[in-house]
T-cell receptor, first 115, second 114 residues
Framework: AQSVTQLGSHVSVSEGALVLLRCNYSSSVPPYLFWYVQYPNQGLQLLLKYTSAATLVKGINGFEAEFKKSETSFHLTKPSAHMSDAAEYFCAVTHRNSGNTPLVFGKGTRLSVIA | EAQVTQNPRYLITVTGKKLTVTCSQNMNHEYMSWYRQDPGLGLRQIYYSMNVEVTDKGDVPEGYKVSRKEKRNFPLILESPSPNQTSLYFC?????????????FGPGTRLTVL
């Protein structure tokens, strides 16, 4: 079975500071990993995905994540936080399969950005 | 505009009163699924469909039904809602079962069962 652990249900950073949201996964097969963002009262939007190509993945809005197999991690970073980054972020894992391939989500991390 | 739509967005109902939440996508996607989101639990899959007339249970299917008579529509049916089904529900679609394809989410339906 696959699972995702997001460390920290709430992270608070100052505007302009580094954003680091942590995600560790568990998977017995090569994983596909995703980060989604959810703004208040909206659905989930894909930020970036890792699907076994480059280990450093760049996404939208200046976010990037690095796949580290040895650490089973896929942490999300952004060099400089902006007020508009305040949202809830979800890490998710799945894998290549001929059948159902649901996304298995972490519990989410709420990011607050302080002016 | 490519999108997944859900209706209603908000619903308050009472225990035992049957309800349907509609989901429609305009991207000709084969794969559709329903998730529920609860605080501290993230999103969990309820049901999924790999194509028309092909549906199956996800991780938390108890108390729910679905149907897929047309490719674009995937309604979620609660035959006899109970308070533990109070949650935020998301419909999602993807081009195929291949997880490389981006999964698109609807705006969500907030359901309260009294």
């Amino acid at each position: 079975a696959q699972s995702v652990t997001q460390l920290g249900s709430h992270v608070s950073v100052s505007e302009g500071a580094l954003v680091l949201l942590r995600c560790n996964y568990s998977s017995s097969v090569p994983p596909y990993l995703f980060w989604y963002v959810q703004y208040p009262n909206q659905g989930l939007q894909l930020l970036l995905k890792y699907t076994s190509a480059a280990t450093l993945v760049k996404g939208i809005n200046g976010f990037e994540a690095e796949f580290k197999k040895s650490e089973t991690s896929f942490h999300l970073t952004k060099p400089s936080a902006h007020m508009s980054d305040a949202a809830e972020y979800f890490c998710a894992v799945t894998h290549r399969n001929s059948g159902n391939t649901p996304l298995v989500f972490g519990k989410g991390t709420r990011l607050s950005v302080i002016a | 505009e490519a999108q997944v739509t859900q209706n209603p967005r908000y619903l308050i109902t009472v225990t035992g009163k049957k309800l349907t939440v509609t989901c429609s996508q305009n991207m000709n996607h084969e794969y559709m699924s329903w998730y529920r989101q609860d605080p501290g639990l993230g999103l969990r899959q309820i049901y999924y469909s790999m194509n028309v007339e092909v549906t199956d249970k996800g991780d938390v299917p108890e108390g729910y039904k679905v149907s897929r008579k047309e490719k674009r529509n995937f309604p979620l049916i609660l035959e006899s809602p109970s308070p533990n089904q109070t949650s935020l529900y998301f419909c999602a679609s993807r081009m195929t079962t291949n997880p490389y394809n981006e999964q698109f989410f609807g705006p969500g339906t907030r359901l309260t069962v009294l």
